[in-house]
């Protein structure tokens, strides 16, 4: 069976859940800490960095877009997440590319690093109480996220049209690392709540709304599908 | 005719270009300033950043890996730059990505932002003197990426396998950033250095060597195909 090698708040290793569930197939899962990984995560991945999907024991595929485009190229036959014609693939790749670069500079970064990562680091390391300010300075832009989801959701049922593609996958990956800490001022932003409404009851979210970082429960409105 | 948005030393802009060419195809350039976006680049992309690629006046693709699959999906008959089977599809992605997200956080960024972006903004958005440490840690971190590829081009003629891929070019197109400064200490790194000789040496890459921005000429050996 396939492995996938993630944290559980990864954004990045939980898009990659969502799709091997949507595409109707899974893997096992296997925890690994981001900020110490093991040497085996070097000799797999010599960037270090997670997800890590091994298609079986001497199959490592690294790398966040192509770990995406490996399994839309391998298990994609009744459901595709990069659907449609060039262009309609080329603005799911742009939505992706968003949340993944800029969603997550902005906002998922900042808050995996000051309220999870700084409390199992080491003090020289780097460890430590959050720094509130970057954690007020992603909120901030959080609510322009808030405002484009809105904008792009409110004549679409899914992100990139028709159908559900990486893009929703990419993006509620990312918002839920943030909901995990109840920090999403829904009330604020109907109509990306009522997408969010929309993935968040798809079965493919159940792995996710059942995580809990050890010692970091998450807020009661996390798992509720009814927020 | 389709057309490319870029600024001429952003290595993304250039990956774009060298791949337009590899392809056997071309674009017309438009030159953009990445720190002092247009309202009309907003208008095309959202986000805000270079490169577009306007397959014509109503069309804009945009982000970098949309782009790069977008070109791969429409002008790859004859040349293939994803090529392969999905194991050896994944590597070239794999690859891309340590350059577009590694390589381009520890080294293009830095000497971009501090020998190039400075001297344009004003001082009260940060313009002015380069930030020396920045500057001295990428070149620190270069050594690194040098060794790497280095490594993996040590028995292979091109960096994913037999034929030459995206890989080499997102490789190059950052690469060739620093080597615009003459910054990169070739004699140390004859394994790299060979592989460098050998892709800029393509007809391909005559578009960057030709590159001028305004008062920063690049180094001697920036256009010397014998460096």
Known sequence: ??????????????????ALAEYGGGAELIEEQPWAPS??????NPAGTLPIFMEDSSTAICGVEA?????????????KL????????AE???????????FYAEVTEPVLTEK???????????????????????????RNHLDYIGHITDHRIWMAGEDLSLADLAAAAHLSVVDYFGDIPWA?????KSWYQRIKSRPSFRTLLADQVRGLPPSAIYPDLDF
């Open 82 to 89: 990069i659907p449609g014609d060039v262009y309609e693939r």
């Open 67 to 79: 770990i995406g485009e490996y399994l839309e190229e391998t298990r994609s036959e009744k459901t």
């Open 116 to 142: 999870v990562i700084r409390r199992f680091l080491r003090r020289e390391d780097g460890g430590g109480a959050p720094d509130m300010g970057r954690v007020r300075m992603a909120a901030t832009q959080l």
């Open 1 to 18: 069976m396939a492995t996938l090698i993630h944290f559980a708040l990864d954004p990045f290793g939980r898009r990659m859940r969502l």
């Open 92 to 102: 799911v790749r742009r939505l992706v590319g968003w949340f993944d670069t800029k």
């Open 188 to 192: 604020d932003y109907p109509v990306a």
């Open 39 to 44: 040497a085996d995560i070097f000799q797999l």
